[in-house]
């Protein structure tokens, strides 16, 4: 008997040991870190593995010589950060490097990837530059476009590496959108936009002019992907013209007619096409619905990708790089309870090499799984969305953090996010809700959020509280509300309207006033201001409506503790009439935890910024919800 009472009390006391670490707490800075190596690529003979690498507070570019391991540090930052960056030929690389005023001047070098013969192509620049064609053209030319000429539109420029010279290669009207090249650099593609309705324009040869293929609604996908190399004036495109559904298709560029479907489906949404200039055909479709799924159009493709499903079981992987000769591959892989690591991965051979791990602090073990859920709306919608439920607790009686994502459209995803499982962490239940109006569920889903940002799109986040309520998993009374951006002003307009629902809930960068929103929409994309008006409004025309829709005007209203985060180098951010909003709440006594945090190009200070955003937002809902 006594044996027996020992080994029961052994058992209880691995099982207690166990709940335990399932339950520990871990450090802020853990789900935050920032990589101490990033954005790796790989030049297009395969030879050169480049990255960018964290010294001294900033990330300089690195290569390594793959044969023989030598690797040679090809910059020495002091005050601006690289941005982005990217192979132009075997032995040269391109970096764009930006300082963290408002302006964000920026500066364009070519150097050799042995650190030798570096030029400076612009310097503190106030102009963006968009990279169309990074391939070298003639061994001296890139395509990009550039906002230098006016600040409202971009135009197309060869850009010459050797002297950084810019030749416009064509002049923006006012109305073009996009720009496209063929396979060989040939300019060929434009897309205009009068605000709402969007042009496929296409020329055939650089000495002609563009001429209108097919005209849509903004609301219609009609996206570019690649030319056909063995048809003539065939452009393989993801659209949903004449249906809800994206699909992958042939357009015929002279009568503006699909040739051919590739790949569609009633159910299936295509949100991504891979084109192989080394196989010149359309390898690959990803659609999406609660997680992301390759569908192969090129048998020799599957085989080959096959392979990298083995070497990497259970777990997701997407092709960050490849070499020209689609030998040699960055692969990067993630799940939902993973942030994932980079790999080499050689074709020939079959062997991965570990690059990195992403956030090696992270224990898969340690986090909560993302679950995909649906529910229905009280006017009948369905609406998709993710739960993450906390490790170390039943999945009854929770609190929760409702989290709407950002937008205009925009959706939640399948994978790991460190925001996610920070709360999770902390005991909370987290609920994600891609409302009316995100996108990947079809154009109609879509346009059904146009205009409801404080009517519909509300009801459908109430709606998965509800839901959650009936299903036992939430504690009515411990529920907040958090996003950021559009997810911020969606939470800010749930909690006024409904102090019934939610305990407390903040904003972080959130939107408080769509006329101020609407005001600050960059110059470049003043052509997209009419599409903007039918998606959120119109200042002129739905004045009261936007009025009722900001949060800002409904101070009176708000009872329930708030937590508001704003970034003071955001420029999309009216930081003067955040701090005024939050004075007319305080003197109404709502109580206001108020944070400014600054999150621009330096890691660094990317880190220590949402380090400091998390600490006070766990405090925060200790205090608001876990207490209660």
Not at 326 to 331: E, Y
Not at 395 to 403: C, E, H, K, Y
């Amino acid at each position: 008997m006594l044996r027996r009472i020992i080994v029961l009390f052994l058992i209880a006391l691995i099982v207690a040991c166990k709940g335990n670490n399932d339950g520990k707490t871990i450090p802020v800075d853990d789900f935050f870190k920032i990589q101490d190596k990033a954005y790796y690529r790989i030049s297009p003979d395969g030879k050169s593995l480049s990255y960018l690498k964290l010294q001294d507070k900033k990330l300089d570019l690195f290569v390594e010589d793959l044969a023989s391991g030598q690797i040679v540090q090809l910059t020495h930052l002091s005050e601006k950060s690289i941005s982005f960056y990217f192979w132009t030929s075997n032995n040269e690389l391109v970096y764009y490097t930006e300082d963290e005023s408002k302006e964000r001047k920026s500066d364009l070098f070519v150097i050799n990837k042995d650190g030798s013969k570096q030029i400076q192509l612009s310097s503190n620049e106030k102009t963006r530059v968009r990279v169309i064609e990074d391939q070298l053209i003639d061994d001296q030319y890139i395509i990009v476009a550039s906002n230098k000429r006016d600040s409202t539109v971009f135009d197309v420029y060869r850009l010459n590496v050797r002297n950084g010279k810019m030749d416009i290669a064509a002049k923006n009207p006012g109305n073009v959108t996009e720009w496209m090249t063929d396979n060989k650099g040939v300019l060929k593609i434009a897309v205009s936009s009068d605000g709402v309705n969007e042009t496929l324009m296409y020329r055939e040869n650089e000495s002609q002019p563009f001429k209108p293929v097919i005209t849509n609604n903004f609301e219609t996908t009609l996206q570019p992907i690649a030319f056909s190399e063995g048809e003539e004036n065939v452009l393989y495109a993801i659209s949903n013209v004449n249906r809800d559904k994206n699909a992958l298709v042939a357009l015929d560029l002279k009568t503006g007619k699909e040739k051919q479907v590739l790949f569609g489906n009633d159910t299936l949404n295509v949100v991504d096409a891979k084109y192989s200039r080394t196989k010149k055909k359309m390898i690959f479709v990803t659609c999406e619905t609660w997680k992301k799924e390759k569908f192969y159009l090129d048998d020799s493709t599957r085989v080959a990708y096959s392979k990298i499903d083995q070497l990497l079981p259970r777990t997701e992987w997407r092709i960050m790089d490849k070499d020209k000769d689609d030998n040699v591959f960055i692969v990067r892989t993630f799940t939902d309870k993973n942030p994932g690591s980079y790999y080499l991965y050689t074709a020939k051979e079959n062997k991965l090499k570990k690059l990195i791990d992403i956030n090696s602090s992270i224990k898969e073990e340690d986090m909560s799984e993302m679950k995909p859920i649906s529910y229905k709306t009280a006017d009948g919608i369905t609406i998709n969305g993710y739960l993450t439920l906390p490790k170390s607790k039943k999945a009854t009686n929770l609190p929760v953090v409702v989290m709407p994502h950002n937008g205009p459209g925009l959706r939640n995803t399948w994978g790991y996010n460190a925001e996610v499982q920070f709360l999770a962490n902390r005991g909370y239940a987290v609920l994600q809700v891609n409302y009316r109006g995100s996108t990947g569920y079809g154009k109609t889903f879509y346009a059904a959020g146009f205009k409801q940002w404080s009517d519909k799109i509300q009801e459908d986040v109430n709606d998965g509280v509800k839901w959650l309520i009936a299903k036992k998993i939430a504690n009515p009374k411990k529920v907040a509300i958090y996003g950021t951006g559009f997810g911020g002003y969606i939470a800010l307009n749930c909690l006024y309207k409904n102090p019934d629902i939610y305990s407390c809930g903040g904003s972080n960068s959130g939107v408080i006033n769509l006329f101020s929103y609407l005001k600050t929409i960059p110059p470049f994309l003043k052509s997209n201001l009419q599409m903007y008006y039918e998606i959120v409004g119109n200042p002129i025309t739905d004045t009261d409506y936007m009025r009722f829709a900001s949060p800002v005007f409904h101070a009176d209203r708000f009872k329930t503790p708030l937590f508001i985060a704003q970034n003071p180098k955001d420029p999309r951010v009216n930081v003067a009439e955040g701090v005024q909003f939050i004075k007319e709440l305080k003197k109404r006594n709502v109580p206001v935890t108020y944070i400014e945090k600054e999150e621009g190009p330096n890691p660094v200070m990317r880190q220590q910024g949402r380090t400091a955003l998390y600490k006070a937002l766990e405090e925060f809902l200790q205090q608001n919800l876990s207490k209660k």
